[in-house]
């Protein structure tokens, strides 16, 4: 539920200063972090992090807000193209440019119906805030659709990462509960994508010579629902499977990292899927779960506040309501922490201090809240 009032400007929201540092004493609940909820969103799907502190949050029915954690403020970004966000669809990922200082583009995805059934899209726009407060995106148009659009509403993924030198743009396509698109040469479905910054399939893409769509950097995918690089130029991707089947892959170009043909997980209906194993020709994955963790949401650690952390992956836990840690040495990854966090996790995220920030899902009981941590007392 939203808590907010109506302040000067138009459109512009500020939260409940009730909203702001609701600490949970870290003693009782055992956990080495420090619970501070910061605001109130409507099923809020994925955040950033603008150079000035400032905040950009997607919402499941399509709203971009401009967030201020500083005051609570909230201004609605107007210019964000039309969304279907029925069952798993949403005004999903929003980063900004690695030039974000000079262009003020920023990035984003969504899924959309038309040309023949439904897809997840890729977009950016210039960031402008007007002298009133009021805020849009100038100039935002498509430059990439995942191919080929189908019917149903689940499995888009859409995450966005930027290669570390600035170059280059990785995109997730989920394959749309369809399965077998994962394996499909010409199809985005399934995949992990390489794209210039104008949404054109990068020059060198490892499967393109072979007749694949020339975007693709690595296949045999489910539902990617998150994507980061770590310190040293490694991508580090969690995807959704199956039945007790959940992965963090580390990826690879022109891997085929075997969905649906190999999963260590099964089908929902009891269908056996063949393990992943030695000299099956796929890749595996470095962990998975079962008990699933349902993740959503990835980031890299490199901040100071948290020294302890430096150098792990963290993921949101939905059907786990968790917060989930994983170390990394190298190309190979351990499980380290699960913290029970009482509310679907949808997005974590590093903040310029180090903090972690975290968006509740908003769906299935949990309020859609974010919420900081810092280290506990």
């Not at 099923?43 to 949050?57: C, K």
């Not at 980063?95 to 950016?124: C, H, N, W």
């Not at 402008?128 to 935002?140: C, E, I, M």
């Not at 595996?284 to 890299?300: D, F, R, T």
Request: aromatic share 10%; proline share 7%.
């Amino acid at each position: 539920m939203r808590q907010f009032a109506l302040i000067a400007l138009p459109l512009v929201l500020t939260a409940c200063s009730a909203d702001h540092a609701v600490g949970q004493n870290s003693a009782s609940t055992g956990k080495p972090f420090k619970t501070s909820v910061i605001a109130d969103f409507d099923s809020p799907w994925a955040m950033t992090f603008l150079p000035d502190g400032r905040m950009l949050i997607t919402e499941k029915a399509g709203e971009m807000i401009l967030f201020d954690p500083g005051n609570g403020t909230k201004i609605p970004v107007a210019g964000i193209p039309g969304v279907d966000s029925e069952g798993q669809g949403a005004l999903m990922d929003v980063v900004p440019a690695p030039d974000f200082a000079q262009t003020k583009r920023i990035y984003f995805s969504f899924s959309e119906a038309g040309r023949g059934g439904k897809g997840v899209a890729l977009a950016m726009g210039a960031f402008h805030q007007a002298s009133d407060g009021t805020t849009r995106l100038d100039g935002v148009k498509v430059i990439f659709r995942a191919s080929p659009y189908v019917d149903g509403n689940g499995h888009y993924s859409g995450r966005i990462a930027f290669s570390p030198d600035g170059k280059y743009l990785f995109f997730t396509n989920g394959e749309r509960q369809k399965f077998d698109p994962a394996q499909d040469p010409k199809s985005t479905l399934g995949k992990v994508l390489r794209l210039n910054l104008d949404g054109t399939p990068a020059a060198g893409n490892p499967l393109a010579a072979k007749g694949f769509h020339p975007a693709i950097w690595s296949y045999g995918h489910r539902n990617l629902l998150g994507i980061a690089f770590d310190k040293d130029g490694r991508l580090w991707e969690q995807e959704m499977g199956p039945k007790g089947g959940d992965e963090v892959n580390l990826i690879k170009p022109g891997l085929n990292y075997g969905y649906p043909l190999a999963s260590n997980g099964s089908h929902y209906d009891g269908r056996d899927i063949p393990d992943h194993k030695p000299g099956d020709g796929f890749e595996a994955p470095k962990l998975w779960w079962n008990p699933v963790i349902s993740p959503s949401g990835l980031a890299y650690y490199s901040g100071d506040l948290f020294p302890q952390w430096k150098n792990s992956l963290f993921i949101g836990g939905l059907s786990s309501k968790a917060l989930v840690r994983v170390t990394l040495n190298g190309e190979n990854a351990a499980k380290a922490d699960q913290w029970d966090m009482g509310a679907r996790i949808r997005e974590v995220e590093q903040g310029p201090d180090g903090a972690l920030w975290l968006l509740e899902d908003g769906g299935q009981g949990s309020q859609g809240r974010l919420l900081k941590l810092t280290p506990a007392a």
